[in-house]
């Protein structure tokens, strides 16, 4: 009776290590967390409106906003912003909601951004450009949040984005966007 009962206890110990090792195994291949991807899409010019001189105008932006959530969990996140930059300046701006990427999804939204070119005005490289009649513009964001595996394992992931795009003044169309 007692052998049987050791040999019991000794089989559940065997199992129960085996579990673990799988268990443990599984975690840090198959669920381990990466960082999704933040991208933009296709970028179209919607408005553009020039004011007086040639350096001088506003454009509306419209363009998809893209998170790619690679992971096995969902990954929730939080209010941001875009903001499309020449240079070091910032000429625009855009709100990114709140909310979250199913798993192995990529969550897809619309965004328009103002651009007002009135504070650039002096700026002499600026004035080059439009007068060559291509704008480089560059956008960044950063957007926080959790990855949530299994509702076991959460992690704080920030996926960060920043492209660059050249946008012919001449036909209104985005040229040369490419993201990294």
Do not use: W
Request: with cysteine; proline share 2%.
């Amino acid at each position: 009776m007692v052998k049987d009962r050791k040999k019991c206890f000794t089989y559940l110990a065997a199992f129960i290590i085996f579990q673990t090792i799988i268990i443990v195994a599984f975690s840090l291949t198959v669920m381990k967390i990466k960082n999704p991807k933040l991208r933009l899409g296709g970028v179209t010019v919607e408005n553009f409106n020039s004011t007086g001189t040639n350096s001088s105008f506003s454009m509306r932006l419209a363009t998809q906003v893209t998170i790619k959530n690679t992971n096995f969990g969902h990954y929730k996140y939080d209010n941001s912003t875009l903001n499309i930059l020449y240079g070091d300046v910032e000429v625009g701006e855009a709100f990114i909601p709140k909310g979250r990427a199913k798993a192995r999804k990529t969550k897809r939204f619309n965004v328009t951004v103002d651009i007002s070119a009135d504070a650039l005005s002096g700026n002499s490289n600026f004035n080059s450009d439009v007068n060559s009649g291509m704008l480089t513009l560059t956008s960044q964001a950063r957007v926080t949040g959790k990855v949530t595996l299994m509702k076991i394992m959460k992690k704080r992931k920030s996926p960060q984005m920043n492209c660059s795009m050249g946008i012919n003044l001449a036909t209104r169309v985005v040229q040369d966007l490419s993201c990294k």
